[in-house]
């Protein structure tokens, strides 16, 4: 148990360093930062409750997502009996169905097998939680006098309502990243409602209206059939309707309700300025079929306006002066620079399915954070010193070698959480200094079992070769065990519970290296250079 290969004490070496070096850059300045090397400009991750930041709990708006369902249905009823020349009247929604008429009596069974695709199942391996299977989102019934019924099933709506959750959370992650913010914790909580926590951010207001806005882009003709403030007056024609600027005060445009172009085809939208009246711009791009419909679209309507419609407010409606057909155009209004990089930031990201409210708002101060990293390094400093006193009480030289396995340990854990950006929180630091009494509990088991060979009469070498050998299950076990409700904490747990999971766990590990390996590689140097006749322990 005391001889170590070559390969084992480089290895040993290398790892130690290696902790020290990752974790070395977290006492330089953020000045000074820059000019360490490009792989060491590393620093730790400090959570919401450290550094301060944004803490909202949002509400996914499951009425308009069930809305947005029925309109798309009534559309698609629509349709369907068109194409099959059927005549109807009275398609209406009332409540969670979609009602139609159908003229003529005899047309019902054939009206009912148009409209039967509509009630096919749908896969449901991703939606079911992974475990497949066939949902049926649509059933359809037979009302009284010539009526169908096409009503959304339950489970049906769940799928929906679960889909505009998670489609939500990943276009809010879009979003809040596009802001180039570190670590930002998005997750979903119970059926509707998404957490999100944006360690640093100095500006929430800025976040609430980035994340707040639903910012569906849509392109439409402005309707030049009537004034805008006759339509006000009397009402709009059939096909319009009546939409305000963004100015203040905001200005109304008669806007045909038919879309152009919507903004799914952007691939693309960035922050510019006009080159001729150097005024902030947003410059965005189509698709392939994107830029088809917007070229045949300013190709066929030269000389009337085109209103840029972001969530039923006009942007701006410039007139179309020539084609625009290499898919590409850009978007000005009253901007300034941080609104027209924020207006790209959603449209790159994309609109949310459904509107977001703010059930829940907290900002946490710097001051708060700094009471917090306070705190926690007095029970670090405290704890520390007060392990590293008792062990060479307890143990003299050798505890002397456990407190230097014990430096190596927490630089350990130090650097590979700074290695890998994980978000280190309040509970986290509760997680090292656990790590830190697990350290020494491995280091006692050893030293106690080497006394009791000592006791028993044996050789220097054969009573650390036996301590070691023996404590070596014992270790094994109690950590195994503590690893093993660590990876539970990590998969059930969320947010600062998932924190301390990952810093116990590192810690577990590192114990498990410096206690084992370096700590005994330590004491076999040192018994190898002063070949002691009885141990100080």
């Not at 769940?158 to 914790?185: H, M």
């Not at 409602?193 to 882009?217: E, F, N, S």
Request: hydrophobic content about 45%; charged content about 20%.
């Amino acid at each position: 148990m005391l001889y170590f290969a070559r390969w084992k004490i480089i290895l040993i070496l290398a790892i130690s360093v290696f902790g020290l070096v990752l974790t070395a850059p977290n006492f330089v300045s953020k000045d000074g930062l820059s000019n360490l090397p490009q792989a060491l400009q590393r620093q730790l991750v400090l959570g919401l409750d450290l550094q301060g930041g944004s803490h909202l709990l949002l509400a996914v708006d499951t009425e308009a997502v069930i809305e947005e369902r029925l309109e798309a249905l009534r559309g698609d009823v629509r349709a369907s009996l068109r194409e099959a020349r059927i005549g109807y009247r009275n398609l209406e929604i009332a409540g969670r169905t979609v009602t139609v008429r159908i003229r003529e009596a005899e047309n019902v069974d054939a009206a009912r097998e148009a409209l039967s695709d509509l009630a096919e199942p749908i896969s449901g391996s991703l939606l079911l939680g992974g475990m497949g299977g066939q949902l049926t989102e649509v059933e359809i019934d037979e009302g009284a006098a010539s009526q169908i019924v096409l009503s959304l099933t339950e489970e049906g709506i769940r799928q929906r309502i679960s889909s505009a959750v998670e489609q939500s959370i990943e276009i809010v992650r879009r979003r809040i990243d596009e802001l180039g913010t570190t670590e930002p914790s998005i997750q979903r909580q119970g059926a509707d409602r998404i957490l999100v926590q944006v360690p640093g951010l100095d500006d929430p207001a800025r976040l609430k209206a980035l994340i707040g806005q639903t910012a569906k882009l849509t392109f439409r003709l402005v309707d030049l059939s009537m004034p805008a403030q006759q339509a006000i007056q009397t009402r709009p024609p059939a096909e319009s309707e009546l939409l305000y600027s963004i100015d203040d005060p905001p200005v109304p445009y008669l806007v045909e309700t038919r879309i152009m172009v919507a903004g799914e085809d952007l691939v693309d939208a960035q922050p510019g300025f006009d080159q001729r009246t150097n005024e902030p711009i947003v410059t965005f791009r189509f698709n392939a079929s994107g830029a088809r419909r917007f070229g045949n679209v300013t190709q066929q309507n030269v000389g009337r306006p085109f209103a840029i419609i972001l969530d039923e407010e006009v942007i701006s409606a410039p007139v179309i002066r020539e084609p625009i057909l290499g898919g590409s155009g850009q978007i000005s209004g009253n901007f300034t620079v941080e609104s027209a990089n924020d207006l790209a930031i959603l449209l790159r990201a994309g609109a949310l399915p459904a509107p977001l409210t703010i059930l829940e708002e907290r900002t946490v101060g710097p001051g708060l954070g700094a009471d917090s990293i306070a705190a926690g390094e007095t029970a670090a400093i405290i704890g520390s010193i007060a392990v590293v006193v008792f062990m060479v009480l307890a143990y003299g030289l050798f505890g002397v070698f456990a407190n230097i396995s014990l430096i190596i340990n927490v630089s350990l854990v130090f650097g590979l959480l700074t290695l890998l950006q994980a978000t280190l929180t309040l509970p986290g630091i509760a997680g090292i200094i656990l790590t830190i009494g697990m350290a020494v509990d491995a280091n006692v088991l050893i030293f106690e079992r080497i006394r009791e060979e000592i006791r028993a009469g044996k050789s220097v070498i054969s009573s650390v070769d036996s301590g070691y050998r023996l404590a070596l299950g014992t270790i094994l076990d109690a950590n195994i065990t503590t690893l093993i409700a660590a990876v539970i904490l990590f998969n059930l747990g969320s947010g600062p519970v998932r924190g301390f999971a990952i810093t116990l766990a590192f810690g577990i590990v590192c114990s498990v290296f410096t206690a084992f390996t370096l700590n005994r590689f330590i004491v076999a140097t040192w018994i190898k250079w002063r070949r002691p006749t009885q141990l100080p322990i």
